[in-house]
């Protein structure tokens, strides 16, 4: 039952050296941060949200960088707690824009009415167990101290960059950029010589729009991953008709499915298949551009057998190679050195094209490491490219970055949580941590997190913890 609210919301705090008393604070104001801040509310607790960033939108506030979107169907990527709320949004596009994601969680933070729980622009400096009074202290960069009853870490999954390992940065006279702290003004690349690290999913989107406009692109690639094409388009796809067929229907089994998104059990094995078959399969997947469904669909041993897998993995390389116009680049840009799946594919749109354009360079640091970054550009153990902007798209501290790496965290017996995990995380089903009492973590390492549909598994993870 909720405690008495002595203090109800942030914006009701006239006193900002006095101890804000609430049963929840909740760090993050992001898909997860928002949809706990509502049932929280619905279930008469108090509560407070914090999140560094000026607005909401989490992941989705702070990945700006030109060309990013969702990778899964937008009509999975999508709250389901509010039949309503389906009716009151239409996603526009089959997979959508990082600034109309952002629109969505503003018009859900306005539906709810959950601004005016949330302190922006503050970040938590500590957080301590009081076993005495069985209440967490947090300290903030912003506003009086917390006290509450349960502490929920709503900070996502790969919301902390990781920082550069990279010599010299310091030394660079040009413009350096994050793809995941994308500046809120516009960027303009116009006429300049931009060099991008990193070819994960961010600078696989990034890529091709920042050729279309710099003088000049070098890319700088480390491994290379299986991508596939986006075909984005309008939202009229089969997966939104069998949406509008049944939506409770559709929502119910995206809860009880593998990976957050329903989908049918693949009963076709790759050696019951001629060649033939196989690349029908293929090329119709090709053709739909569906990451879950090119992952799951093809042939029912591709994730869970080598020869099945390779069958798969082939098909892709000959696809690079079929439109990346240079031999070495095709063969540069072909994974190699893990099974298809085993790392998440990336979607994308005019990404190996790009490598066609007279004003795009692929370095294969395979072949030439980076020695440094110097005042005027990146050295490799080979050559030097000058540069103007420098764009990292080199990832983040994922899963315990945004948990611990931000603020100390200190349990019963005055542990702290950055100690008991100095050897890897380990978590009750990613919810919970031994010795730190009514600490919740949403999506938090050891549940299925990024490997599902983050929508679905954080509304399960939420649900739990209110419902508890
Ligand atoms: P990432 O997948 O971790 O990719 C980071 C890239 O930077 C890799 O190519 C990595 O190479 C390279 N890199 C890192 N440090 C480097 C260094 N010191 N020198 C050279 N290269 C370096 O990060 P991300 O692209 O930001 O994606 C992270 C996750 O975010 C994705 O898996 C996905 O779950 C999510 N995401 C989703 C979407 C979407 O929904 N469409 C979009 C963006 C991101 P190595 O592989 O060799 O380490």
Known sequence: MPEAMVAASASDSTDRSAVQQVDVAVVGAGFAGLYILHRLRKAGFSAVGLDEANDVGGTWYWNRYPGARCDIQTVDYSYTFDPDLENAWTWSEKYATQPEILRYLGFIADRYDLHRDIRFGTKVTSATWDEAAQRWLLTTSNGATISC????????????????????????????????????????????????????????????????????????????????????????????????????????????????????????????????????????????????????????????????????????????????????????????????????????????????????????????????????????????????????????????????????????DGKSLSDVWKNGPQTYLGLTVAGFPNLFLITGPGSPSVLSNMAVSIEQHADWVVDR
């Open 149 to 412: 009853r349960d502490y929920i870490m709503a900070t996502g999954c790969l919301s902390a960059p990781k920082p550069p390992e990279i010599d010299g940065v310091k030394d660079f006279g040009g413009e350096i950029l994050f793809t995941g702290r994308w500046p809120h003004h516009d960027v303009d690349l116009r006429g300049k010589r931009v060099g991008v690290i990193g070819t994960g999913s961010s600078g696989i989107q990034a890529i091709p729009k920042i050729a279309e406009q710099a003088a000049h692109l070098t890319v700088f690639q480390r491994t290379p991953n299986f991508a596939m094409p986006a075909h984005n388009g309008p939202r009229t796809t089969d997966r939104v008709a069998q949406f509008e067929a049944d939506r409770a229907a559709f929502r119910e089994q995206a809860r009880w499915s593998l990976a957050g998104v329903p989908i049918a059990q693949n009963t076709f094995y790759s050696w019951a298949l001629s060649d033939a078959e196989r690349r029908e399969r293929f090329e119709k997947a090709w053709g739909e551009g569906d990451l879950v469904f090119i992952l799951s669909q093809l042939w029912a041993d591709q994730g869970n057998d080598v020869d099945g897998n390779t069958l798969v993995a082939d098909l892709l390389r000959e696809k690079v190679r079929e439109i990346v116009k240079d031999p070495e680049t095709a063969a540069a840009l072909s994974p190699f050195d893990h099974p298809f799946g085993a790392k998440r594919p990336c979607l994308e749109t005019n990404y190996y094209t790009t490598y066609n354009r007279d004003n795009v360079t692929l370095v294969n640091l395979r072949d030439e490491p980076i020695k440094a970054i110097t005042s005027t550009g990146i050295t490799t153990d080979r050559r030097t490219f000058d540069l103007d902007v420098i764009v990292f798209a080199t990832g983040f501290d994922a899963m315990t970055g945004a948990i611990r790496a931000v603020h100390p965290i200190t349990g019963r």
